[in-house]
């Protein structure tokens, strides 16, 4: 069996279940048991959480794989029994790196999108929000691409309908751009994605757009019906 020892808060196992989610497996696809410190009471390296584990699963310490990050968790595991091994953790500067590069192709995609969809006028900070949409699906399909096809076809309704475009293409490429944050931060999507665009000043019109987008307000546009 595998279990999860974690010492960890409330908020931050709920943001852990959201992106094991994201990648399409459910913590118990992982886990047999999950012994988290916040529900217990105790955490590691106290040794009466090693006991408490035992005392659940009925684990034999010497049988036992124990892997840690931290030094003080790894000596206690040992003396508790437990094959432990350190994990190694001196690889940070290669981590940089990739983040560094990650950073730049997020960037580029949200300059992509809004080039693509003819938006502008957006703060960088949303433009990067759009970018890290490349990274989300929603039922199988990017979220990116999604938006971007959004917006694009939103345009093309609302120069049929003698609508205006400008606001229909900006709705549509930033209707989802709550999922871009919904692994970090509590709240659905378009209750997050109204509070970024608030932030960043959006007009009242996109605003309404994005919220009613699930029917969760009335639309104040024909645009936001879009």
Not at 29 to 39: A, K, N, R, T, V
Not at 196 to 219: M, T
Request: include cysteine; charged fraction near 30%.
């Amino acid at each position: 069996i595998s279990d999860l020892l974690s010492n960890i808060n409330g908020f931050l196992w709920r943001k852990s279940v959201r992106q094991i989610r994201n990648l399409g497996l459910e913590p118990a696809d992982c886990f047999d048991y999950f012994f988290l410190s916040y529900e217990i009471g105790i955490a590691k390296p106290d040794r009466r959480i090693y006991d408490f584990v035992k005392e659940k699963t009925g684990l034999i310490p010497e049988r036992t794989l124990y892997f840690d990050d931290r030094k003080d968790n790894y000596e206690s595991g040992r003396s508790f029994g437990f094959k432990s091994v350190l994990v190694r953790t001196d690889h940070i500067e290669e981590s940089r790196e990739w983040n560094e590069l990650l950073e730049e192709i997020i960037k580029q995609e949200g300059e992509r999108a809004v080039l693509e969809t003819g938006v502008h006028g957006l703060h960088p900070d949303v433009v990067k929000l759009i970018g890290k949409l490349k990274y989300r699906t929603s039922y199988g399909q990017n979220v990116l691409n999604h938006s971007i096809e959004v917006s694009n076809l939103a345009r093309i309704m609302a120069e049929e309908l003698g609508l205006d475009p400008k606001i229909a293409r900006r709705a549509g490429l930033l209707h989802d751009i709550g999922k871009a944050l919904d692994h970090d931060m509590e709240g659905t999507h378009v209750e997050i994605g109204v509070d970024v665009l608030k932030k960043y000043k959006e007009n009242d019109v996109i605003l309404n757009a994005v919220e009613a987008h699930h029917g969760d307000i009335e639309p104040k546009s024909v645009e936001a019906v879009l």
